[in-house]
């Protein structure tokens, strides 16, 4: 029996470049959150702070450009850079309400937006891992 031509199939009807453009997707839009819960931050007087002002403006229009990236750049370094950014960030938080980062720290807060941050980069370092464990697989 000869072996198909062509395309195979994928089970269940959804190919492995759909699930890995889902969670490339899933990436982008964790990475926009943070970049957008950052940028509101930075305006509500996180601009004021000398040294985490300019981060906050930073993490916001970086984290803007790595969306866009992730979906229009299909490769694997804008994954990576999903994976940084999140834990980093993430890191950067946990940090500021332990430790102390640079001119914050205190106890961890978790209002509306903190939690939302969280969230966000928590999926962005998932979400870019898989679609680059999903893309590498191919």
């Excluded at 007087?45 to 984290?63: C, I, S």
């Excluded at 992730?70 to 999903?82: A, D, F, I, S």
């Excluded at 720290?105 to 969280?118: H, K, V, Y």
């Amino acid at each position: 029996m000869d072996a198909p031509s062509g395309p195979v199939p994928a089970k269940h009807g959804v190919s492995g470049t759909h699930v890995a453009w889902f969670w490339r997707s899933a990436a982008a839009v964790g990475v926009a959150a943070s970049a957008v819960v950052h940028l509101l931050l930075w305006n509500q007087g996180y601009q004021d702070l000398d040294v985490v002002g300019p981060l906050f403006l930073l993490n916001a229009a970086g984290g803007a450009v790595l969306a866009v990236l992730l979906v229009v750049w299909r490769r694997w370094l804008p994954l990576v850079g999903g994976i940084v950014f999140g834990a980093t960030t993430l890191l950067a938080f946990v940090a500021s309400g332990t430790v102390g980062f640079f001119d914050v720290s205190g106890p961890l807060m978790f209002g509306r937006d903190e939690t939302i941050a969280a969230v966000a980069e928590v999926l962005a370092v998932v979400a870019s891992t898989v679609a680059l464990l999903r893309e590498q697989r191919r």
